[in-house]
T-cell receptor, first 111, second 111 residues
Framework: DTAVSQTPKYLVTQMGNDKSIKCEQN?????MYWYKQDSKKFLKIMFSYNNKELIINETVPNRFSPKSPDKAHLNLHINSLELGDSAVYFCASSLDVNEQFFGPGTRLTVL | GENVEQHPSTLSVQEGDSAVIKCTYS??????FPWYKQELGKRPQLIID?????GEKKDQRIAVTLNKTAKHFSLHITETQPEDSAVYFC??????????FGGGTRLMVKP
């Protein structure tokens, strides 16, 4: 069984478009996250969300917005895509302050 | 936000040698100290973690040591093998749901 899944695995799109990446976890975790990993492999947390609060990394542009329809899903919406948004995006989940379980990643390429 | 630094950024060892990676952090409220391993093209996965009430933890060839006073913790890998080659990340975590990953250490184990 897949613990944390993301779709799509690859996403190629033009500058200015709006796109979404979906994430689902079947671990019963209470907190989900989105990370951006750039070409130099730096892993930067973008959002942390549980049923009580959304914590946003202040450096993330407001073109990025997380949407959680329920506890098992945290989708990432990106408006007006820019070249610099090209990266691998990882979804993750955890139960409180514990091990993070990562999804397989979505490689986004903006042309 | 928390300042997290990892050293070295790259480490090359001969198979069978030991490898040590150090992580320093700034937030004295941090109480959970994990290390993640990311193989090429894969997702990060937890390999070992330690909590603030413990000074050292071992799991076969891997160990983590914590110095809360000095605000650093280290990953120790003994008898390195080629399959240990990967990027390793520390991610000190406090009670809040926003965490910071270190910049990563690329470990290369030469056969």
């Amino acid at each position: 069984d897949t613990a944390v899944s993301q779709t799509p695995k690859y996403l190629v799109t033009q500058m200015g478009n709006d796109k979404s990446i979906k994430c689902e976890q079947n671990l019963g975790h209470d907190t989900m996250y989105w990370y951006k990993q750039d070409s130099k492999k730096f892993l930067k947390i973008m959002f942390s969300y549980n049923n009580k609060e959304l914590i946003i990394n202040e450096t993330v542009p407001n073109r990025f917005s997380p949407k959680s329809p329920d506890k098992a899903h945290l989708n990432l919406h990106i408006n007006s895509l820019e070249l610099g948004d090209s990266a691998v995006y990882f979804c993750a989940s955890s139960l409180d302050v514990n091990e993070q379980f990562f999804g397989p990643g979505t490689r986004l390429t903006v042309l | 936000g928390e300042n997290v630094e990892q050293h070295p950024s790259t480490l090359s060892v001969q198979e069978g040698d030991s490898a040590v990676i150090k992580c320093t952090y700034s937030d004295s409220a941090s109480n959970y100290f994990p290390w993640y391993k990311q193989e090429l093209g894969k997702r990060p996965q937890l390999i070992i973690d330690i909590r603030s009430n413990v000074g050292e933890k071992k799991d076969q060839r891997i160990a983590v040591t914590l110095n809360k006073t000095a605000k650093h913790f280290s990953l120790h890998i003994t008898e390195t093998q080629p399959e240990d080659s990967a990027v390793y990340f520390c991610a000190p975590h406090n009670a809040g749901n926003m965490l910071t990953f270190g910049g990563g250490t690329r470990l290369m184990v030469k056969p």
